[in-house]
């Protein structure tokens, strides 16, 4: 059968539809387009003889710096040389061969631009007549921006900026499929088609002999055949042998050689009908341990065997899954099964030159278990959660159907069962024991068994413990009174630590009575053999409440005590009014009145500023009626106030306060 005519159409085609997406843009609008190996620049269609391209870049915003120039020399050896050195970047694309280069000089000696003249490597041929620029110091996720320039000897004629362009290079060809192939006695013709529109301009063969070695990239007759959205890509191999079967891919491209998705592989071959092998037996048999089911097999014929798909079910008739797919030359596989001492059945198939066979004939086969216990779980872990504790732990068992989770009672030094059967489905397996009699304040033990297919148990794992995280009933503190009364008061309450085992301290608040708000005083979560506390904070005439709580290590705190109440009396001292406070040469001077009460013994001066609280400066001798502060700065306004302490350290109500702003004398 001669094929030939029908091939050279193919040809037809291919040139005309490449032509067709060879037009891209206009004169003097350069077009920046990125490859596989860098970014081609088409500069102009104004062949540069007699004149030169000069070519800026920028990568992103940034400034546009020199990259190189460009022209067209007609000498033969340099057209060869150019050809050489850019083909490497486009080798995707068909190699110019001489008669391409000696009309690309013919041309160029008769024409001044590029609009009339092509060949098969588009960006080759503009490399070599100057119309293009080629940057191969490129990086994948940044973009870039170029400026021509037209110039004739020292005059720039124009100059314009590209399209901006990201590398690396993507193409919008959608991945080819299989539409139908012919085989002849010596020749092979296979058709793919890719739908909608696209760059695709041309595409690769690659072949292999059925099943072996590597696939080749074929130099053979390619065409296209269009049908409405449909574009088809055809291959006619004739370097085929007899017989022979073959697997083939094509690798579409666009007209810069950039490559989309490869295609389905098709087999075909000059074998005409192959039939399927058939085994000459399929056995099964269970075997000794981990729950293995050995399977053996014999092929006498595997040539043409391309695979070996194995099956199973725990139903003769249906409910079949793919468990292995493998190579010709295996003759067994040993198969582990989820379940012990179940019948499971078999059967494969096997992919050849035609495709895949029927089912073979079913073999049966059990693992029956040999009596080995089950590991334990690992990792046991656990933690308080609300209400309760949270136990966790991972296993390895393979063959496990779930687990129990155990909890220490002490008293019989036994663990007991606290969960049901938790099934094994997951990779980290966990339990939430929320029993209503966890005490906040205990800490629990914890163990996890393994439960097999065969329902044996593991021992115990690792054990884990953890306290619940609920309140504790923690008693008040009681019997609180207050037990001395010098230089303030001193609180006392029983001794809680002998009826609370895990009893951190106490928290002693105050109000002022009747219509304070308690607040917490200073010593928070006090050691727990401190059932005392010491207020010297009073004020005298004010009425003070006073209560407290018990916290334990888990964070528990007690309702309030009983509260007690205490009013300090009132000081009958009176302290005298200042008399004035002035400035002199050194600071300011501050007199007061004869302090006359015989229970006083010394005088406190305070000092104040504007916007903050009176501070003592200064304890003196009731005798002295005045005192000079040396420590104040200029132009700042200061505020005294004087009291009297008596000789059992008490202080007196604070006199009225005297302002004055310091300036120095002159």
Same mark, same amino acid.
């Given at each position: 059968m001669n094929n030939r005519p029908y091939i050279n159409l193919l040809i037809i085609f291919i040139i005309t539809f490449t032509l067709g997406g060879s037009s891209y843009a206009q004169e003097n609008e350069p077009t920046a387009v990125a490859t596989e190996k860098g970014v081609w620049v088409w500069i102009g269609n104004e062949i540069p003889s007699g004149f030169e391209y000069q070519v800026l870049k920028s990568e992103g915003n940034g400034d546009f710096v020199p990259l190189g120039t460009t022209t067209y020399r007609e000498d033969p050896g340099t057209m060869k040389t150019m050809a050489e050195k850019y083909y490497p970047l486009f080798g995707n694309l068909d190699k110019p061969a001489d008669s391409e280069l000696s009309l690309l000089r013919d041309y160029a000696s008769r024409s001044k631009t590029t609009d009339s003249v092509y060949i098969s490597n588009f960006p080759l041929m503009h490399l070599i007549l100057g119309t293009a620029f080629f940057d191969g110091e490129v990086d994948a996720g940044k973009t870039y921006r170029y400026r021509v320039a037209k110039i004739a000897g020292k005059d720039r004629q124009w100059e314009t900026t590209s399209n901006m362009v990201s590398y690396p290079a993507e193409t919008d060809i959608s991945r080819p499929r299989f539409s139908r192939k012919q085989e002849f006695s010596s020749q092979v013709v296979v058709w793919w088609y890719v739908t909608g529109k696209s760059s695709l301009n041309s595409f690769l063969v690659y072949r292999r002999v059925f099943g072996k070695g590597e696939y080749q990239r074929l130099n053979i007759e390619r065409g296209f055949n269009n049908s409405q959205d449909t574009v088809y890509l055809i291959a006619a191999d004739n370097a085929?042998?007899?017989?022979?079967?073959?697997?083939?891919?094509?690798?579409?491209?666009?007209?810069? $050689?950039? !490559? $989309?998705?490869? !295609?389905?592989?098709?087999?075909?071959?000059?074998?005409? !009908?192959? $039939?399927?092998?058939?085994?000459?037996?399929?056995?099964?048999?269970?075997?000794?341990?981990?729950?293995?089911?050995?399977l053996s097999w014999k092929f006498n014929e595997t040539e043409y065997l391309r695979s070996i798909e194995l099956y199973r079910s725990k139903s003769y008739d249906d409910g079949y899954m793919r468990i292995a797919r493998l190579s010709p030359k295996d003759t067994s596989f040993t198969d582990i099964v989820p379940v012990a001492n179940e019948n499971f059945w078999y059967y494969l198939i096997t992919g050849g030159a035609n495709g895949n066979s029927l089912p073979s004939s079913k073999v049966s086969a059990m693992f029956r278990n040999s009596g080995e216990k089950p590991m334990p779980p690992e990792e046991t872990g656990a933690e308080n959660i609300n209400n309760g504790v949270m136990v966790y732990w991972s296993c390895q068992e393979p063959y496990a159907k779930g687990f129990y989770v155990y909890r220490y009672v002490y008293e019989t030094a036994e663990f007991e069962q606290v969960s049901g059967l938790i099934p094994a489905d997951e990779e980290i397996y966990s339990f939430a024991d929320t029993a209503s009699y966890l005490q906040g304040n205990e800490v629990y033990r914890y163990a996890v068994r393994t439960v097999n297919d065969v329902d044996q148990l593991s021992d115990y794992s690792v054990t884990a413990s953890a306290s619940p995280g609920k309140k504790a009933a923690v008693g008040s503190p009681m019997n609180l009174r207050i037990a001395g009364r010098d230089?303030?008061?001193?609180?006392?309450?029983?001794?809680?630590?002998?009826?609370?085992?895990?009893?951190? $301290?106490?928290?002693?608040?105050?109000?002022?009575?009747?219509?304070?708000?308690?607040?917490?005083?200073?010593?928070?979560?006090?050691?727990?053999?401190?059932?005392?506390y010491r207020d010297t904070t009073l004020v005298a005439g004010k009425a003070y409440r006073y209560t407290v709580t018990a916290i334990d290590f888990y964070g528990n705190e007690s309702p309030q005590s009983v509260s007690v109440l205490f009013v300090p009396e009132s000081s009958t001292v009176i302290a005298p009014e200042i008399l004035r406070a002035v400035n002199t040469k050194d600071g300011i001077l501050v007199s007061w009145g004869q302090v006359t009460d015989e229970n006083a013994v010394t005088v406190k001066i305070y000092r104040s500023r504007p916007g903050m609280n009176p501070l003592p400066v200064i304890t003196i001798m009731k005798s002295v009626d005045e005192y000079l502060d040396k420590s104040v700065s200029e132009g700042e306004l200061y505020t005294y106030e004087i009291s009297v302490i008596t000789e059992s350290d008490k202080e007196s109500v604070r006199s009225s306060g005297v302002t004055v702003r310091r300036q120095s004398e002159n």
């Open positions: 085929v042998q007899n017989p022979a079967l073959y697997e083939y891919y094509i690798q579409p491209l666009d007209i810069y $050689g950039n !490559s $989309g998705p490869g !295609s389905e592989v098709a087999t075909a071959g000059t074998l005409g !009908s192959v $039939g399927y092998a058939v085994p000459d037996y399929f056995n099964a048999r269970g075997g000794e341990k981990d729950h293995r089911v050995e230089k303030g008061i001193l609180l006392i309450w029983d001794d809680m630590r002998m009826r609370e085992q895990v009893l951190l $301290g106490y928290k002693v608040f105050r109000k002022e009575d009747p219509d304070g708000r308690y607040v917490l005083l200073p010593g928070d979560t006090l050691k727990n053999d401190l059932n005392f």
